[in-house]
């Protein structure tokens, strides 16, 4: 157990990291964060930056020497720093949570869709494109219309293209000169829903009910929680969420997507850290997210289940971000409206600046009307 006055690190410095140094800081925790960001949101709520390159293996090893425990805030580290980790973690007994080989799946779509399917997990029909005798096997069996995708690397709808024909397809491939790609056979869905679990070093599981997420040009928009599925819908989406966090031995928070259609559900991906969808936790009345995120990594004492009030959540994205508006002005002044910012200096269009959460009655109709 890592006690109160213990030395935390995270790896990455954005509004992730603030959030958990916000519940680390009250416990008495000193916060540390590397990344190459200078004046990081992180470094706003208190945390000691390191600053530094993610492959410099000299000053992450200082980093490392410097701090009890590890953990993440993103899933996108070079190899190197996982390497980096990994060895000075078995050689010196520094916790992290989760571990590398977590987040290697995760950061990777093959290995991520081949772990749910270990899981038990179903998911959408996946093939890899890693060489140029893929290209040829992928354009005969696949199922049109279909999603190419980077293999690493992409997040809020990054590194993806739509392909409707197999001409589509064929002429992409063209361009390809070093295939790391997955296709996806196209699901058309009618929800999207999220799970934020936690799980801990004797194999304890804590969970939220699933949410429901809408989605605009493929960054989050809205999160209602709890997403009121039928309770079939629900027990499948907790239990896959379960299946998956013992299948690959998770320790710590994780959020996990799916689409739903009915009655069938396929597993989109899954994120080894707080979930953009969980921050409604921090206004539900119960522990957060990011309060998880602590105590998986201390393995200190938690509730035995988690009882959340109903609270919806919006993000604030640069070109919604307008402090001193009329609406702005207006929501700050109804005590159900809550206002987390990031403390983000450049403002641009879709990114993330912030978030208001709503705990008050009738949380969906609480942000109607606001685009």
């Not at 009121?228 to 320790?251: C, Q, R």
Request: glycine share 8%.
């Amino acid at each position: 157990m890592l006690l109160p006055g213990s030395r935390l690190g995270v790896m990455g410095s954005g509004q992730l990291a603030r959030m958990f140094c916000l519940e680390a800081i009250p416990f008495g925790y000193e916060i540390s964060v590397y990344s190459p960001e200078k004046n990081s949101p992180a470094a706003g709520a208190g945390a000691k930056e390191y600053i530094s390159t993610y492959e410099d293996e000299k000053a992450l090893t200082f980093f490392l020497e410097n701090i009890d425990g590890l953990t993440f805030e993103f899933e996108n580290i070079p190899e190197i720093a996982l390497t980096t980790i990994e060895n000075f973690s078995k050689r010196t007994g520094l916790i992290v949570r989760p571990s590398p080989n977590c987040v290697r799946i995760s950061q990777n779509r093959w290995k991520e869709k081949t772990s749910f399917q270990k899981a038990g997990i179903p998911t959408v029909k996946f093939y890899p494109v890693l060489t140029e005798e893929d290209k040829k096997s992928v354009l005969s069996k696949t199922n049109f219309p279909c999603i190419l995708k980077t293999n690493t690397m992409g997040y809020d709808g990054r590194g993806q293209i739509r392909c409707i024909t197999e001409q589509e397809l064929s002429l992409v491939f063209s361009n390809l000169n070093k295939p790391d790609h997955i296709v996806e056979e196209f699901f058309q869905f009618t929800s999207e829903a999220s799970v934020i679990m936690a799980r801990f070093e004797d194999g304890k599981i804590l969970n939220f009910r699933p949410s429901k997420n809408v989605h605009k040009n493929h960054i989050l928009d809205l999160t209602f929680y709890p997403g009121n599925f039928p309770d079939s819908i629900e027990t499948k989406l907790v239990n896959y969420a379960k299946k998956l966090a013992e299948t690959i031995d998770y320790v710590g928070v994780f959020g996990i997507e799916f689409f739903i259609r009915g009655d069938e559900i396929l597993c989109n991906e899954f994120a080894p850290r707080p979930h953009n969808s969980g921050h409604f936790s921090q206004n539900s009345g119960t522990i957060s997210q990011f309060s998880l995120q602590l105590r998986t990594l201390c393995n200190l004492p938690s509730p035995k289940t988690i009882l959340a009030n109903p609270v919806s959540m919006k993000n604030i994205l640069g070109e919604d971000y307008k402090p001193g508006s009329t609406l702005w002005n207006k929501t700050l002044e109804n005590p159900y409206y809550h206002l987390h910012l990031y403390g983000k200096t450049e403002i641009r269009n879709g990114r993330k600046m912030g978030h208001w959460n709503y705990s008050g009655p009738n949380i969906e109709s609480a942000f109607l009307n606001w685009d």
